[in-house]
DNA sequence: CGGGGTCTTGACGTTCACGTAAGGCCTTCT
DNA sequence: AGAAGGCCTTACGTGAACGTCAAGACCCCG
């Protein structure tokens, strides 16, 4: 059975996504310019089908752990294409197995982030309960805006 | 005589250290504008002690698991003063928490992100066994050039 | 004493990944 | 009919994190 029968042939609109995804129609216009996407088009208003909703979930995963938007089209190349030229690929495998290493090992940096930051948290929770334990459970907003670092930009709020 | 000579043993000029963690002079001044890294003077010239160069590798290691300059900044501030406004560390803490839940969620990410390359792997490698199996093994300076020597430290982004 | 190398401080340029109008088309609700 | 709302394109703006000169200062060497 052809893989477009086994599931309903949904379609999305930019906003559907966006909402889905948390991000906005700006982004998706922008993945497409970067030939990252390619909707189809009901007149002018694009219509993303379920391989595009893939392939924006791929796009955003990639962004997540810090891949640039045109390593991310690399790697959605290849499932599109599959085969260009060996030299071509050749290099790609390269790069991906150097993508494979440096994500382990950015794996390994992550858990030393959430040790240093949970000792930060021990840190902090012990002195507030000391000093202002009112203000141990409260969400950020509820406490202050902070206080500029130097050499930092202005902004308002 | 070298200039590194002439300073007392457990320094180290923006040089060394730019050698040592694979960066720039430009990028540790600007850490140092952005308030995150405090060198003494020599006259002119910056001189970095041992605890300047574990800030720097806190900040190379945030950077890598993508926390902005401002936040990594924070967490410096942390372990500097420990104990400033109440205020203040109530808004880390909170930032801090929500922290480690991104990165715990990033790990997923990069779990996914591995796999997805590995299967590319997997697609690539059977398709240049078919083609062009003189380049399967190949590291990646024999399809291009320019590999960092063993040893040598690759820049960080 | 000049040359070369390394450091410094500005200040402007660049890349990435969008944000933000401005203005137009089309459909739908009132 | 007219207003509202969604989508479109074009184009300029923005923030982060530096890169890239430019123009000096300092030091050592021959």
Redesign the interface.
Known sequence: MPAELRRPARTFTIRQLCQEFGCTPRALRFYEDKGLIFPERDGMNRVYSYKDRARLQ?IL??K????ALSEIGE?LD??EL??GC??Q????????????RA?????R??????D???E??A???S??KQ??PD??E???EA??P??P????MRRAG
């Open positions: 791929l995963r990639g997540r752990v810090g891949l790697i290849l499932y599959g085969d060996a030299t690929n050749a290099i790609s495998l390269a790069k991906f197995r150097e993508r494979i994500l382990e090992s950015q794996r940096d992550i858990d030393m982030a959430v240093v930051l949970q930060a948290c840190r902090l929770e002195q507030l000093t202002r203000l141990l409260q969400p950020v406490i202050r902070r206080r670092r130097p050499g930092e």
